[in-house]
């Protein structure tokens, strides 16, 4: 049998940040010991300042999610930032490689999707170079956003968010990425200069080696991706055995469902029945929201039943009031009691619109951010160590403003949710939502969870290592 790796085995590139703990949380639940990364890892003098590529093995873990906040920039950008993540984590020795994006595909035709996968093909498969650790000989990947549990399927191409198709599911609304076509075989030809393929569902359903035949086939047609159908788990798992040799996947976290049982298969990873463990973290909580979806929508409105909020208004922020100051102000007498608040941004289509059209697109959304990232600066100050975050870009932003470099991964609280952690001598404790996801009792959810964190028995069974966190 062969020896069990040291090293990582899998290496992901994430998107976004709450993408990336949505695909952490799938792989811990494979048994794979996850670390994520916010951001390329670095070798620091202090913990506060960068300046050199981490070694490897510093990372005690099976599988690397590198998160980026990539998804909107311009695609020269995102390029740049997936290359320099693969580099990282092909010097940690990791066999594998994952891009990772939203399962409703949020992109636009200019990327980022397309000029991503491209790019990093193209560096796994660079003409004459031996691809150190990663597997199998063509230039041939799939795209699969598929995540069932949370109703994203695939069918024919098309994606549908429950019952309807994606054009139609709130998502052409999407204020940076708007979704108007469901066809994911055009959507993804439009930013890519790769020929586009499709593996059909009855394809699927005929199982590995029909899938099989069916990449070899594609491959022969000079097709680089295809867009693979998936409508259950079992398709995945399907698709993922399917895939076992190849350098490069993409797709949603539904995809790595299929990943850890393959190098279980090889020999290569052992099962870790406490890979979701985090250690206990004391202090206060509170609840952030930025995310304009319906999904969050519903959870603020929950929320504010019964619960105190307060919301952030955009264009009172840029007229220059102390909207921070005024945040914090109303979080004190509750955090003095021990009461979790929201400060939260959420605004209907027609409210975000409203503010875009006077602010303009970009610094809308770059002001909400930074103020709920100062916000949450301000709320660590208080003593809040508990946070949960709802939104894929305020996500980013704050784990940056808390200078959180990586976060070890635990039990998820609902379908691409998991708990994390940090570590160090002031731990913080993070549920970190993407917009769409989680029901709508989610924060109330989250805050019991993150409450409810136990204390390792050995730093060596909770997977906080010294050096897997900082």
């Given amino acids: 049998m062969t020896a069990i790796s040291k090293r990582a085995l899998l290496g992901c590139i994430a998107d976004d940040f709450t993408g990336a703990t949505d695909l952490a949380n799938m792989l811990v639940r494979g048994g794979m010991r996850t670390t994520q990364c916010i951001g390329v890892p670095t070798v620091d003098e202090t913990p506060d300042q960068a300046s050199n590529p981490a070694p ?11 998160a980026l906040k990539s998804r909107t920039l311009p695609a020269a950008d995102a390029v740049a930032q997936s290359l320099a993540a693969l580099d990282w984590l092909r010097a ?11 399962s409703t595909f949020d992109s636009t035709d200019a990327g980022n999707i397309g000029p991503v996968t491209d790019a990093l093909l193209d560096a796994l498969f660079a ?11 063509h230039a041939f990947t799939i795209a699969c956003p598929a995540f069932p549990e949370n109703g994203r399927t695939i069918f024919r191409g098309h994606l549908f968010v429950g019952d309807a198709l994606l054009n139609a599911s709130g998502m052409e609304n999407h204020p940076l990425t708007p979704m108007r076509d469901a066809n994911l075989v055009n959507v993804l030809q439009r930013q890519t200069r790769s020929k586009v393929g499709l593996v059909r569902y009855d394809t699927v359903a005929d199982g590995v080696a029909a899938v099989s035949d069916a990449f070899a086939a594609l491959r022969g047609q000079g097709v680089r991706m295809a867009i693979a159908d998936a409508v259950s788990d ?22 790595a469902l299929g990943l850890p049982d393959n190098f279980r298969a090889a020999g290569l990873l052992d099962d870790h029945a406490d890979a979701a463990r985090l250690p206990r973290v004391e202090g206060l909580s509170a609840v952030l929201a930025g995310s304009a979806s319906k999904a969050t929508h519903a959870q603020v409105a929950a929320w504010r039943e019964t619960r105190p909020a307060f919301r952030i208004d955009p264009l009172a922020a840029a007229r220059g009031e ?31 619109k409203a503010v875009q059209r ?34 894929g870009e305020t996500s980013g932003a704050v784990v940056q403003a808390l200078a959180v470099r990586t976060l070890r991964i635990g039990a ?26 989680g029901s709508t ?17 050995h730093p060596e069974q909770s997977g906080s290592h010294d050096g897997a966190t900082r």
Avoid at 92 to 102: A, I, T
Avoid at 323 to 334: G, I, K, N, S, T
Avoid at 412 to 436: H, R, Y
Wanted: hydrophobic share 45%; proline share 4%.
């Fill in 92 to 102: 940690q020795g990791c066999r594998q490689f994952l891009f990772k994006y939203c």
């Fill in 441 to 457: 009792d989610f924060f109330e959810k989250a805050l019991r969870h993150l409450d409810q964190l136990e204390h390792a028995a």
């Fill in 322 to 352: 102390a909207v921070v100051e005024q945040a914090l102000a109303f979080a004190q007498p509750y955090l003095d009691q021990a009461e979790p608040v929201l400060i939260y941004a959420t605004a209907t289509p027609d409210e975000v």
């Fill in 127 to 137: 003409e004459g170079e031996e691809r150190n650790g990663s597997h199998g000989t």
């Fill in 412 to 437: 998820q609280i609902d379908p691409g949710v998991p708990a994390t952690a940090t570590g160090g001598d002031e731990p913080l404790a993070l549920a970190l939502k993407s917009g769409n996801f």
């Fill in 234 to 255: 079992a398709d995945l798992y399907t698709l993922g055995a399917a895939c076992a040799d190849f350098a490069l996947i993409t797709g949603g976290s539904g995809i």
């Fill in 56 to 66: 490897p093995d510093r990372f005690d873990a099976d599988a690397l999610v590198v």
């Fill in 358 to 391: 006077e602010l303009g697109v970009d610094a809308a959304g770059h002001l909400v951010e930074s103020t709920l990232a100062s916000i949450a600066r301000g709320l660590r100050e208080r003593g809040v160590r508990k946070f949960v975050v709802a939104g």
